[in-house]
């Protein structure tokens, strides 16, 4: 159990400093670069959170085995890195940041990567805690994907280990063992949600405002 639970900070962390990371960057570049294609792309990102997810299934799978990288963490977390759903949000945010700041880093000689960090970032506090919060979430409780993919049980993240749990312990008297099991594997998310209760809440306000 220790070790799933192990597993499935591996998996949520790097999965969501990945999402944060290029939903940062794609959306600085949809929202402040002007190239031929652009919306067409940006669109055709958007298209893909239309997608459900058991339809990418089949393929994803293929192309991870392909690659031999199933029953690994990398099989894992190679298809979460990225995230549609953040490019989104971000581009949304950081367009509605004046040119004229960007502008003027540039004509003081600042580098993109050092607008990027020094202008844009501060300025995203509401987007990228609203953001970590949808994605620590949704990967630690993902269970079809590692279902899928992984065969070894000391790789297990903490979903896949409570459902083997409940499966063995269907008598009444394990029942106390599943519910205990369930509320720890909760414990991180509860956490994450009420330390980022205020942030979460506002940007999903200016969301809907906007």
């Not at 799933?4 to 999965?15: D, M, P, R, W």
């Not at 959170?49 to 977390?77: A, C, H, Q, R, W």
């Not at 790789?155 to 519910?179: D, E, F």
Request: positive net charge; hydrophobic residues 55%.
């Amino acid at each position: 159990f220790a070790q799933s639970f192990l597993n499935s900070a591996l998996i949520a962390g790097v999965c969501s400093t990945s999402v944060l990371v290029t939903s940062i960057l794609a959306g600085y570049v949809f929202a402040k670069y002007r190239f031929r294609g652009r919306d067409t792309i940006f669109w055709l990102v958007i298209g893909t959170m239309f997608l459900p997810p058991i339809v990418t299934l089949v393929p994803l799978y293929k192309f991870i085995t392909n690659m031999g990288l199933s029953d690994s963490y990398l099989g894992v977390m190679l298809p979460w890195l990225a995230n549609a759903f953040g490019i989104f949000l971000m581009r949304q945010f950081i367009q509605d940041i004046p040119d004229e700041l960007v502008d003027a880093a540039r004509v003081d000689g600042a580098s993109e990567v050092r607008i990027l960090w020094n202008i844009i970032v501060p300025l995203l506090k509401t987007p990228i805690i609203t953001l970590l919060v949808f994605a620590v979430v949704y990967y630690w409780n993902n269970f079809l994907w590692p279902l899928s993919i992984l065969q070894s049980p000391d790789k297990y993240p903490i979903v896949l280990t409570l459902s083997r749990l409940l499966s063995y312990s269907t008598s009444v008297q394990y029942q106390s063992v599943v519910m205990a099991g369930a509320i720890i594997a909760s414990l991180p998310t509860i956490v994450l949600f009420l330390l980022a209760q205020r942030v979460f809440v506002q940007g999903i306000a200016q969301s809907g405002v906007k």
